[in-house]
């Protein structure tokens, strides 16, 4: 199993430049307050590498909000195939089981990784499939997203904003009578930088600090417009473009900025070797496997084609 052991060379050199088999349990702590809607339990399985994941059944929601932004509009509905998510922002501990950089401004083994370009993102989710021997999703040359490998990947804005909702159609997730101070590290909660990752309530579906801590990089290239134009089924973004989707705000952005429809961009960093953001993270998703498919749509596998 040599190749498990070998790091991207991309992502060390970029952190260098920028720094100078499952087991299975079920989710019971989601927040209380959450409506009925999202009251589904979800599956949560422990990877390889000890990393909590929720699977999610596909699904279909109203994407956007009217009386957002001009770029959350026009509201539409999205379809997305299922998928495993991360339960946790990517922490620096993490990073060091695979023995790598870590560029951090806010240091502790259970706080978000920071300070990583949309790049050295995507090249963290290829060193962590190696490590669980599952078939990385990017090219480290054009980085370009292999969708149907089984490794992990950074999400869609569609795949990050159905996680984040969970269920729900509002502009956060919890009920009205909760206040974003229980469910985010934020401009008027945070101590001037991000913190351990769960500290605060998680979302009905068991994910926690999708709004606030750090910004999440998607997937997807950013278009104002692209709402306009998006297909119905699985929307990857535009093919091409400078910037990157984050969603969810991050530890200094104000309460208008925390809601699940916000939409925000920054560059890539693939050419920018001093790219230093302390309030951008990320987390992974991946492809369900046939028998958690299975489990979640209530079939058995071994009819399935």
Not at 121 to 131: H, K
Not at 164 to 174: E, K, N, P, S
Not at 237 to 255: C, D, I
Not at 259 to 280: E, H, M, T
Request: proline share 6%; glycine share 8%.
């Amino acid at each position: 199993m040599g190749g498990v052991q070998l790091k991207s060379i991309g992502l060390l050199a970029s952190l260098s430049l920028a720094f100078a088999g499952c087991k299975v349990r079920t989710e019971s702590d989601a927040a209380s307050s959450a409506p009925a809607a999202a009251s589904a339990t979800p599956e949560i399985v422990s990877t390889p590498s000890n990393v909590e994941m929720v699977l999610l059944p596909g699904g279909s929601f109203e994407m956007g909000n009217a009386k957002g932004d001009d770029s959350e509009t026009p509201v539409h509905t999205v379809s997305v195939s299922g998928f495993a998510i991360d339960v946790y922002e990517v922490t620096q501990n993490q990073l060091a089981a695979l023995e790598l950089p870590n560029p951090s401004q806010f240091k502790g083994d259970k706080r978000p990784v920071e300070q990583m370009r949309w790049t050295d993102a995507a090249l963290f989710c290829n060193e962590r499939s190696i490590a669980d021997n599952l078939i990385p999703c990017y090219d480290e040359a054009t980085f370009a997203c292999n969708f149907a490998a089984n490794g992990y990947r950074l999400p869609t804005e569609a795949e990050w904003e159905y996680a984040a909702r969970a269920g729900t159609t509002g502009d956060v997730y919890f009920a009205s009578s909760d206040k974003l101070v229980s469910h985010a590290c934020y401009e008027g909660t945070s101590q001037k930088g991000t913190d351990p990752v769960g500290s605060r309530r998680a979302n009905a579906w068991g994910l926690y600090d999708v709004l606030g801590n750090v910004a999440e990089w998607c997937q997807d290239v950013y278009s104002p417009t692209y709402y306009a134009e998006s297909p119905k089924e699985n929307p990857v973004g535009p093919s091409e473009g400078p910037k990157r989707v984050l969603r969810g705000g991050s530890w200094k952005s104000p309460e208008s900025e925390c809601r699940v429809s916000a939409r925000g961009f920054d560059d890539s960093g693939i050419a920018d070797a001093c790219f230093a953001r302390n309030y951008v993270g990320f987390r992974c998703v991946r492809n369900l496997t046939a028998e958690e498919a299975a489990r979640l749509n209530g079939t058995d596998a071994s009819t399935e084609e």
